[in-house]
């Protein structure tokens, strides 16, 4: 093995991506971002008109589907069937159609085996909602990073202005805040702290103080 197996966990907003990114580059592994491949399926079943509830479709779908992670610029990109889908993956619209997709039985066990095979040689970080639970349950690190909803909410807000959206604060908070309720309470590992992760609460730290704590974590079980 090339290193250890980091699991972050959480909900939305919570800095994940950020974070991972970050403290990737810290530990030199690899980042693996599994949000972005629910999110690929997900545009790719709207785009293909699939209904969210069509099992049978999704399952063609899954098994017509290749996505992989290019490194680019210390930029990594989202590739689906040797489409560049970084940016269209982003979208206040792909984000929740992704909440419900990714509740699907079919579309999980899918994304379940990828997972698998990209983090089983270790050196790697992935971050999503069910990695310490069910995709690496031995993984050596676990973390559980959240912050207070409406922290989440302003953090995504100042994302998707940034970016040019117009959506509201408030908006922005309650689709948090919906998605979490979604995330939480499906029947197929849902968005849990596993047992044995660390906590990392996020509200009024700064991405260093958080990536200090995590890194320490880290060495510590190396
Ligand atoms: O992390 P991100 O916000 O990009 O994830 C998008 C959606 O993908 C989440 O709201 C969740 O529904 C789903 N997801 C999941 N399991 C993961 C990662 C993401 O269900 N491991």
Request: glycine share 10%.
């Amino acid at each position: 093995k090339r290193g250890l197996i980091i699991a972050i966990d959480g909900p939305s907003g919570a800095g994940k991506s950020t974070i991972t990114k970050q403290l990737a580059d810290r530990l030199g592994y690899i980042h693996i971002d599994t949000g972005a491949m629910f999110r690929a399926v997900a545009l790719a079943a709207s785009r293909a008109g699939i209904n969210v509830d069509d099992d049978a479709a999704l399952a063609g779908l899954c098994r017509g589907m290749e996505i992989s992670f290019v490194r680019d610029n210390g930029c990594c990109r989202v590739v689906a069937n040797g489409e560049d889908v970084s940016a269209a993956i982003r979208t206040p619209e792909i984000s929740l159609l992704t909440s419900a997709i990714s509740a699907r039985k079919v579309v999980r066990d899918f994304l379940l085996g990828l997972q698998r095979r990209m983090g089983c040689n270790g050196g790697v970080i992935l971050e999503g909602r069910d990695i310490g639970t069910v995709v690496f349950p031995d993984a050596e690190v676990k973390f559980y990073l959240s912050a207070s909803a409406e922290e989440r909410g302003r953090r995504r807000w100042l994302e998707l202005t940034a970016r040019g959206e117009a959506i509201s604060l408030e908006e922005t908070i309650a689709a948090v805040v919906r998605r979490d309720r979604q995330d939480s309470g499906r029947e197929h590992a849902p968005l849990k702290r596993a047992d044995d992760a660390i906590d990392i609460d996020s509200t009024g730290l700064t991405i260093e103080e958080v990536l200090d704590r995590m890194e320490a974590c880290v060495r510590d079980r190396e």
